[in-house]
């Protein structure tokens, strides 16, 4: 329940910050740097009350209340009048690529191409632009967006590219399409094969279609990024993540170098967004970090590894207790024993890091919350999350709970998912995916994100499919499976609070309040209130990060 505004000031009992019921009487003597008023401001606090303004000093909000308090105790060299809009805490997307999404801001954008003609179509004209690349890179087809929903083939690739590698990656990260020369130069032929991977052949001749671990054998032989690209590429990230309202990002599997060169790029004042670093399994980064332990800045925590299981629905390889529905006796695959996963589980819990798995199908989530069971023994606060949690065998889900295991969900998978999802799971499987409002019900809480650049780095799309479950068109008109729909509030709290406490972030982000750091939005419309169908449209005024304004529309 939403208290008075005045009374919510009074009843923020946090020490020195707290404002008395008499601060409307004060001059406004005490010192502040930036003073917020006038607004409708969603502090996201466990009452999930609503106030009109804030105060900020050295970065971290000092005391919330009205106005008429804010401003009648505190004056500011800097005053933001939000005439009357919304303002929200700074979004945070608990999984991304935000790395990888600013390298691929560099290659062709595939993304909502509706054949494969057209995606020719852009890599020519991307290979037009950029003449001397060694390599050409592509991301962000998908088959069942086109007429024909099967995956295309590298014939034409080889005439147009004859003597250039390509490499065209499904949306998902988890297929790819390459030509001839990529093939020779990794050395894979028809008979390659692999655990965890597929070479796709027909007819004894390879197709150019590589799935999960055999994309692998391609992408070790792109040449790397030099250091001057790496940080261009980590800025353009930065900039749009800023214009979308996002200002920690949580970026899902990175090697220790690109950790190092963020924390330089950090403490050089190149770079301000605040990254919760989730590191690859490689023998590399387990040496170093089981040796040093957690690291962690005010803008960089590193205390977690991400692992996969499983790959994507989409290009069939995530790993299902039961065959799948559109193709015989396929059940997709597991990257990785095991063994290995269990072995990894109990490293990191030896080491204190957190786990976080993606498993996307029935049989990789039931394989990983049993490990993370035996790991954990029981209720905990370790906060081992499993990515995606996509497909949930009923049987499966009161684990999450009983572990105390985060699901960690992106709700633009499911509105991108729902045309087809059922082609491959079946009329009975479906109802077991995207559960949202079931896996929320688990521990409690739910982190949201949105796994750009496989999907949309808009979080605004987030909220809409969590709440809506429909797509850009508003489609389906009753919303796909609704019963599994999260409350506005609930979303709210999974773009920001929820998603902080899954980065142990929640003492510091995540809500307006006293002491936390003065990261927050001004939005032209308030979520909250604006028709379904409007949501998709919100545009972020300003950005503020640290009480400094890092985007102004």
Wanted: proline residues 4%.
């Amino acid at each position: 329940m939403t208290r008075t505004l005045r009374n919510f000031a009074a009843a923020l009992l946090l020490g020195a910050a707290t404002l008395s019921a008499c601060t409307s009487t004060q001059t406004g003597t005490e010192q502040a740097d930036l003073i917020v008023y006038n607004g409708t401001v969603y502090t996201v606090n466990d009452n999930f009350d609503t106030a009109e303004a804030f105060a900020v000093k050295d970065g971290k909000i000092i005391a919330v209340g009205t106005s008429e308090d804010i401003r009648g105790k505190y004056k500011a060299a800097e005053e933001l009048d939000a005439e009357g809009k919304a303002v929200y805490p700074g979004f945070i997307d608990a999984h991304a690529h935000f790395y990888r999404y600013g390298l691929a801001l560099q290659s062709a954008d595939l993304v909502g191409t509706e054949s494969f003609k057209e995606v020719v179509q852009k890599v020519t004209e991307q290979r037009q632009k950029f003449p001397d690349t060694e390599w050409i890179t592509g991301r962000g087809w998908d088959q069942n967006d086109w007429a024909v929903k099967e995956f295309p083939t590298k014939d034409t690739l080889d005439k147009l590219f004859p003597d250039v590698p390509v490499i065209l990656t499904r949306v998902d990260g988890h297929a790819a399409l390459v030509n001839q020369k990529a093939l020779d130069l990794a050395g894979i032929t028809p008979k390659t094969k692999m655990v965890g991977g597929l070479v796709e052949v027909e007819g004894g001749k390879m197709t150019g279609i590589l799935v999960d671990n055999a994309i692998d054998l391609v992408s070790a032989k792109i040449p790397e990024a030099d250091e001057a690209d790496k940080r261009q590429a980590l800025k353009n990230a930065e900039a749009n993540c800023f214009a979308v309202g996002l200002t920690s990002v949580d970026d899902a599997g990175l090697d220790k170098s690109t950790i190092d060169l963020m924390d330089d790029m950090h403490k050089k004042g190149e770079m301000q967004m605040r990254i919760y670093a989730m590191l690859n399994p490689s023998k590399e980064n387990q040496d170093y970090y089981f040796k040093n332990g957690p690291y962690k800045t005010d803008r960089l925590n590193v205390r977690s590894f991400k692992v996969y299981s499983d790959g994507a629905l989409g290009s069939r390889g995530a790993n299902l207790l039961k065959p799948y529905a559109d193709k015989h006796n396929h059940y997709g695959f597991l990257l990785a024993s095991e063994q290995e996963f269990r072995d990894l589980a109990k490293l990191m819990n030896q080491h204190g890091f957190q786990m976080n798995t993606h498993a996307i199908g029935d049989s990789a989530n039931r394989l990983l919350l049993n490990i993370y069971g035996e790991v954990l023994g029981g209720k905990n606060d370790k906060r081992w999350r499993i990515e995606h949690s996509q497909i949930i065998n009923p049987a499966d889900m009161n684990k999450f709970g009983q572990y105390s295991i985060i699901p960690s969900v992106q709700p633009t998978h499911a509105t991108s998912d729902m045309y087809w999802a059922g082609d491959r799971l079946g009329k009975e499987r479906i109802k077991h995916a995207y559960p949202f409002k079931q896996l929320l019900q688990q521990n409690g809480y739910i982190p949201l994100g949105t796994d750009f650049p496989v999907e949309d780095i808009n979080p605004f799309y987030t909220f809409h499919s969590a709440v809506a479950r429909q797509d850009a068109k508003n489609w389906p008109s009753a919303g796909f499976q609704m019963e599994n729909a999260l409350s506005r509030e609930e979303a709210l709290r999974g773009m920001t609070i929820w998603a902080a406490k899954s980065n142990f972030e929640e003492t510091e982000k995540g809500s307006i309040e006293p002491g936390k750091f003065a990261d927050f939005i001004l939005v032209d419309k308030d979520l909250m209130k604006v028709k379904p169908e409007e949501m998709r449209g919100l545009q972020v005024l300003y950005t503020y990060l640290n009480g400094k304004q890092v985007y102004k529309k």
